[in-house]
């Protein structure tokens, strides 16, 4: 995991069902838990803002839902659960950092540990929420082993379990001494964690009594002053090469063809993996719909497998045209490139790409139909809409790769007159196929686009000898 220093400090809150996360969050920011109430699969995402609001951002929409949670549907906002729901309010400890709920960890599956993972990068914090009776499934400690080598700091949060904690009273050991039974309990749970995942021995841990939660609330405010303080020193405001004239090399060798080469290369490559990727995602879908939870579950299951093949879509494009500048840009001006020419070239061929794009918008977002097609929104909003954790605004040459299920397909297969499992395969199977030829034909799109703006910014460099941009 790589943190940006443009990325907003979040904690982000996981944990098994039962454990009370949402109770919490909500003595972290003296409110009813009640007020954190979200549809079954959304993320919450709670922020500082002047007024309080509440929001839900639907994919297939550009403007977000208002949301009320004392109210069972919100007209068109909930044809489909929304990715995430934002509640902003006016509480000085947001003012620090976001905080972030997530769904319960046993119903995101391989797919949803991965955005998980993705936005607990991001944010820079991950809250475990566990209780007192509970223990660390298999699937818990292998999100948590994975970030045991990143720069993400963890905190454990232990709750009253179903009966309260062992015992109300402090416990008499034979030697005398006074044991406190919930400093048993958690002690009990960190050892549980170590024997798996001793790299996080570091880890502090916050048993949450009677609702208290002032220490972990020291503890989240002192970790974001710290980590403020590192991530700005990690984004100067001048770096190398963003100033003054760059002299193309001598000899920068036949660099036109070999760009051409790579883009087909590159283009080629991703799309192979994203239908090998495909073709994985199809076998899990039919197990789901024949041993798991059958046709209802197939919406929920599709839209988060899509949710994390569009990220890992859009990071293997941003590594490969980052490959592609670096490689290509340093035949010209020398290679490494520095950080500075590297954001001068970037900003010069996301200018010119406007003019060699042919077809829709790049930035739009891809929306599996009830009738197995594929259909599409352009415009930056409705990309916002898809993300589960709030994106900054991009400093990489191509926008996001953006998928998801249409509310229609909540409709159609939660309906009990579709709960045939033959028809939900077949379904499933064309659906997945229209999205492996949409998500060709955009990839080559892409990269033949940025294949013209970018040799357009290197052959005036290597015209006038200078990079101008």
Not at 38 to 52: D, I, K, M, N
Not at 84 to 90: A, D, G, H, M, Q
Not at 354 to 365: F, K, M, Q
Not at 366 to 384: E, H, M, N, Q
Request: some cysteine.
């Amino acid at each position: 995991m790589t943190v940006d220093p443009r990325e907003p400090l979040g904690v982000v809150a996981v944990g098994p069902a039962g454990a009370g996360r949402a109770n919490v969050l909500a003595a972290l920011l003296d409110l009813d838990a009640g007020m954190l109430t979200v549809p079954a699969g959304s993320w919450l995402v709670v922020r500082h803002a002047t007024e309080a609001s509440r929001s839900a951002y639907v994919p297939g929409f550009r403007t977000p839902f208002a949301y009320r949670t004392d109210l069972p549907e919100v007209g068109p906002a909930l044809a489909r659960p929304p990715r995430r729901v934002e509640l902003s309010l006016p509480e000085p400890l947001l003012k620090h950092y976001r905080l972030v709920d997530t769904p319960d960890l046993s119903s995101l599956g391989r797919a949803g540990t991965g955005v998980v993972l993705d936005a607990v990068g991001r944010a820079g914090a991950l809250l475990f929420v566990i209780a007192a009776d509970q223990s660390f499934s298999a699937a818990e400690l292998h999100l948590l082993a994975e970030v045991v080598d990143s720069p993400v700091q963890v905190f454990f949060a232990v709750t009253p379990g179903a009966s309260g904690w062992t015992s109300p009273e402090p416990a008499e050991a034979p030697d005398g001494t006074v044991v406190d039974p919930i400093t048993v309990i958690v002690e009990a749970h960190r050892a549980a964690l170590l024997a798996a995942v001793p790299g996080l021995a570091e880890a502090r841990w916050f048993p949450i009594v009677e609702g208290d939660a002032l220490a972990l609330r020291r503890a989240l405010v002192g970790w974001a002053s710290d980590e403020g303080l590192e991530r700005s020193s990690l984004d100067p405001p001048d770096v190398p090469g963003l100033h003054g004239r760059v002299p193309v090399l001598p000899e920068p060798g036949e660099w036109s063809e070999r760009l051409d080469r790579q883009v087909g290369s590159a283009g080629r490559r991703i799309r192979q993996h994203l239908a090998l990727e495909l073709a994985n995602l199809h076998l899990r879908v039919v197990q789901e719909i024949v041993f798991g939870t059958g046709c209802a579950g197939l919406p929920q299951l599709l839209d988060r497998e899509l949710e994390a093949l569009s990220l890992l879509a859009t990071v293997q494009c941003d590594h490969a045209v980052r490959e592609l500048v670096e490689d290509i840009g340093g035949r010209l001006f020398g290679a490494p490139l520095p950080e500075g020419v590297r954001r001068r070239i970037t900003k010069a061929v996301r200018w010119g790409m406007p003019d060699h794009v042919t077809g829709p918008e790049l930035e739009r977002v891809l929306l599996v139909t009830s009738t197995a097609g594929v259909a599409s929104l352009a415009g930056p909003a409705a990309i916002d809409a898809l993300a589960a954790y709030p994106t900054v605004p991009r400093t990489e040459i191509l926008p996001p790769v953006a998928v998801s299920l249409a509310g229609g397909c909540w409709q159609h297969w939660r309906t009990p007159a579709n709960a045939d499992q033959s028809a939900a395969r077949a379904w499933s199977q064309r659906a997945l196929r229209e999205i492996e030829l949409e998500l060709s034909r955009e990839i080559s799109r892409r990269f033949e686009v940025v294949r013209l703006s970018l040799g357009m910014v290197l052959s005036d460099a290597a015209e006038h000898g200078i990079l101008l941009a």
